[in-house]
Antibody, heavy 120, light 110 residues
Framework: QLQLQESGPGLVKPSETLSLTCTVS??????????WGWIRQPPGKGLEWIGS???????YYNPSLKSRVTISVDTSKNQFSLKLSSVTAADTAVYYC????????????WGQGTLVTVSS | QSVLTQPPSVSAAPGQKVTISCSGS????????VSWYQQLPGTAPKLLIY???KRPSGIPDRFSGSKSGTSATLGITGLQTGDEADYYC???????????FGGGTKLTVL
């Protein structure tokens, strides 16, 4: 079945760029009707959508993060990636990647998540 | 402050039924599909309900979803201790142009 796995550094310094990759297995990232999204969850808090990408490269972002976020896709590797620039402690969170049904806006499945801590 | 409002916590005894509400507005729940997610302690969210009231394969019919106007409800019957988790509603907000989630509801099975 379709599985997603996040990877990347668990510790990022303030003002630097957070970079994560999500590897999709058990299916193609080039599936029509689905976007691929990033969602984060600060410790003890709720879920926040960051942004999503279609296999063609079309993206849409959370307006509150848009100036700092870049999501890209590599169909040859069945991966998509997140870059979040100028991070602060407020960006400390578990970051999840997930497949998104664009028109109906549900997320399934989700990766297991990766904790990224912003600290010097 | 979440765009979608959920009660912080609910509780019920094993075998009983519980409902979790999710309140929004015409720009989100009122005109878009609602989904529900279960997050067991220390794990990733899992899709429970999509398109307001549909269950993915493998989700037992003890879980149900409904929507009326600008509110949605998740129902769980035959409560089990394994249902203790955080539950989130989600939808699209057409005015804000972003995917939104409720603040989450912690279910305790007493």
């Amino acid at each position: 079945q379709l599985q997603l796995q996040e990877s990347g550094p668990g510790l990022v310094k303030p003002s630097e760029t957070l970079s994560l990759t999500c590897t999709v297995s058990g299916g193609s990232i080039s599936s029509s009707s689905y976007y691929w999204g990033w969602i984060r969850q600060p410790p003890g808090k709720g879920l926040e959508w960051i942004g999503s990408i279609y296999y063609s490269g079309s993206t849409y972002y959370n307006p509150s993060l848009k100036s700092r976020v870049t999501i890209s896709v590599d169909t040859s590797k069945n991966q998509f990636s997140l870059k979040l620039s100028s991070v602060t402690a407020a960006d400390t969170a578990v970051y999840y990647c997930a497949r998104q049904k664009y028109s109906n806006n549900w997320f399934d499945p989700w990766g297991q998540g990766t904790l990224v801590t912003v600290s010097s | 402050q979440s765009v979608l409002t959920q009660p912080p916590s609910v509780s019920a005894a094993p075998g009983q039924k519980v409902t979790i509400s999710c309140s929004g507005s015409s720009s989100n729940i009122g005109n878009n599909y609602v989904s529900w997610y279960q997050q067991l302690p220390g794990t990733a969210p899992k899709l429970l309900i999509y398109d307001n009231n549909k269950r993915p394969s493998g989700i037992p019919d003890r879980f149900s979803g409904s929507k009326s106007g600008t509110s949605a409800t998740l129902g769980i019957t035959g409560l089990q201790t394994g249902d203790e988790a955080d539950y989130y509603c989600g939808t699209w907000d057409s005015s804000l142009s972003l995917a939104v989630f409720g603040g989450g509801t912690k279910l305790t099975v007493l």
